[in-house]
């Protein structure tokens, strides 16, 4: 009987994926991401295409290619010992149907249709590879999936103003911080998340001041309407003051 690591060698030439990197999860290359995450849905022993994996996030795998992470599997005799047909062997779990048992430490988050793996890196690896040779359906069931909204325009705008920010005369840096935290609603299988932008812009008379947006596109006009006024003042004790003013807060 062969084995489905020999079938998968003998198909590679036509497996389109196997010299793409590896792409790391949106957790390691966009800090503070969380912040942006405006909905949440969570899927428990559903059926996923595991063809549109594209990363992970364990670094183990991190700036290799699938072939490469195909072939230094750290557990490799997962792949090695698996028969491509037969009760003796566990390809019967890579062919599972929708009435099985759902598979424990299995999960993959969806962000604008690209998939990571979060548990479960040799299965989806070995699973991805099985499908591209033709041994196994590219759809696998019993997985825990979370579709991740994620607001990409808001975040993008956020790193332009901490770099900004970063770049502003010394007295102005330090006086200055931007936060966001999110309300967390869970109903069903869906967990909302309603973002509050946070700017902190320093003490007036001992006090903290501290200014709260429901809309990004508010925080950052009036954010630069504060350092536009701290640079013609160049004093910040009376930007403070404005600002308090403007907001009427005292």
């Known amino acids: 009987m062969k084995l489905c690591k020999e079938k998968i060698l003998e198909a590679m030439e036509t497996i389109s994926f196997k010299d793409d990197l590896m792409l790391r999860h949106p957790d390691i290359t966009t800090p503070d991401h969380y912040k942006f995450i405006t909905k949440v849905e969570t899927y428990d022993n559903t059926k996923f295409d595991i063809s549109t994996v594209v990363g992970t996030l364990h670094p183990r795998y991190y700036d290799q290619t699938w072939l490469e992470c195909l072939l230094n599997l750290k557990r490799s005799s997962y792949l090695d010992r698996l028969r491509c047909s037969g009760d003796h062997s566990s390809i019967l779990y890579y062919q599972a149907d929708s009435k099985d048992r759902a598979k424990e430490h299995w999960t993959i988050d ?20 099985l499908a591209a040779a033709g041994i196994i359906q590219k759809e696998q069931f019993g997985i825990t999936v979370n579709y991740i909204t994620f607001n990409k325009s808001a975040y993008r705008a956020y790193t332009k103003l901490d770099n900004f920010i970063k770049s502003l005369p010394k007295i102005i840096q330090d006086e200055i911080e931007i936060n966001v935290a999110c309300e967390k609603i869970e109903k069903l299988n869906i967990t909302h998340y309603k973002p509050t932008y946070f700017l902190y812009i320093g003490y007036y008379k001992a006090t903290p001041v501290k200014v709260s947006f429901s ?24 930007i403070l003051e404005q600002t308090i003013k403007f907001f009427n807060m005292k």
């Not at 508010?218 to 009376?238: G, Q, S």
């Open 215 to 238: 809309s990004f596109l508010e925080f950052k006009k009036e954010l630069f309407l504060l350092i536009r006024k701290a640079y013609k003042t160049h004093r910040w004790y009376l």
């Open 110 to 129: 969806v962000y604008d249709e690209k998939a990571y793996i979060v548990e479960g890196n040799h299965r989806t690896i070995i699973s991805k590879f």
